[in-house]
């Protein structure tokens, strides 16, 4: 429809290992898009939950390329619906963080939401 094609394993797989070869390029992309954005995203809350999650070495890795899939895709300034638009800028974006927390809830931990919140705590102060 849009061009796209479905992402295979192969592709998360790579994005993972992406991801674990270059951790503080993507960490610092992380914390440049959400200290810009950080004041209209209501979402936050879950992307810096997922971004924890991420990053914790006990996470499997097939958890870690769905949220880095999901982080990347809010992170990456150009993809379906352009953040100029207003009302729904970040509807796309939370779909798809919601649908990826969603399929691995079961590895998020306590740990990861109090980080996340504490995070949040720090750039609103």
Known sequence: M???T???WMDFAALAQRIKSDELGWRRKFWRA????????????????????????????????????AVAYFVIPDH???????????ADDAAVIAM???????HIKP???????????????
């Open 34 to 69: 959400i200290k810009r954005e950080a004041a209209s995203i209501p979402f936050l809350h879950d992307v810096l939950t997922a971004y924890y999650c991420i990053f914790d070495r006990h996470t499997p890795l097939y958890v870690k390329a769905i949220l880095a899939g």
């Open 80 to 90: 379906l619906v352009p953040k100029n638009l207003p009302l729904i800028a970040f």
């Open 100 to 106: 990826a927390m969603k399929a691995v809830s079961s």
């Open 6 to 8: 479905a992402a295979s």
């Open 111 to 125: 740990e990861h939401r109090e980080a996340a919140r504490r995070a949040l705590v720090r750039m609103r102060a």
């Open 2 to 4: 849009f061009g796209y």
